[in-house]
């Protein structure tokens, strides 16, 4: 994709990434090789199966609907695809959702970049969407998904006892959300 088109896909822009959809066809040589890792995908549902081609582009079509946005986080300097990041089990009626992230690139981790997506997605959910909550939840030997939340204002509202099987035993997990009122009241809201 030329640069031209790639900026005119762009769904989100923040001032070091984009957040943009991910094309079934272009988009899934770096995501499929995230997917089969398992360093990366360990606290994740996908990594106790294989993908496949196939897997990811039904996966990206499915995750594109009136309750589900699924967007690729793209390094805005080099146009690198380094993560992707999900609001899903979007409820219009309650005005709450679900949000997930990757960053699969393991030389764009621990830079901010989660941050940022994170953040430019809570100003959609809040500001477009009308959401009033958005809720997030980690194994809890996910320290840095659970770091990543709490910088971005999200609050630990409770544990799910031995909810994740990895590696034979049952793992709690954290469930952290955030409230429009409080995403509104960080002061600054930059990574």
Not at 47 to 54: F, R
Not at 157 to 176: M, N, Q
Request: aromatic letters at 8%.
């Amino acid at each position: 994709m030329d640069k031209k088109s790639e900026l005119q896909s762009v769904f989100l822009n923040g001032k070091r990434v984009c957040l943009r959809p991910l094309h079934p066809d272009e988009d899934l040589t770096d995501y499929l090789s995230w997917m089969n890792y398992q360093e990366i995908t360990r606290y994740l549902e996908t990594g106790k199966s294989v993908t496949t081609i196939k897997s990811l582009r039904d996966y990206i079509i499915q995750n594109n609907s009136s309750n589900s946005i699924l967007l690729g986080i793209f390094i805005k300097e080099t146009g690198k695809h380094i993560g992707n990041i999900k609001l899903h089990l979007i409820d219009y009626q309650n005005r709450s959702a679900e949000i997930g992230i990757i960053i699969g690139d393991k030389t764009s981790q621990g830079q901010g970049y989660a941050c940022e997506s994170i953040r430019l997605l809570l100003d959609h959910a809040f500001l477009r969407l009308n959401l009033h909550r958005v809720s997030a939840g980690m194994v809890v030997n996910n320290i840095a998904s659970k770091r990543v939340f709490e910088k971005s204002g999200f609050v630990l509202e409770g544990t799910l006892r031995e909810s994740f099987l990895l590696d034979g035993t049952y793992h709690d997990c954290y469930r952290l959300g955030i409230l429009e009122s409080e995403y509104m009241s960080i002061p600054d809201k930059e990574a």
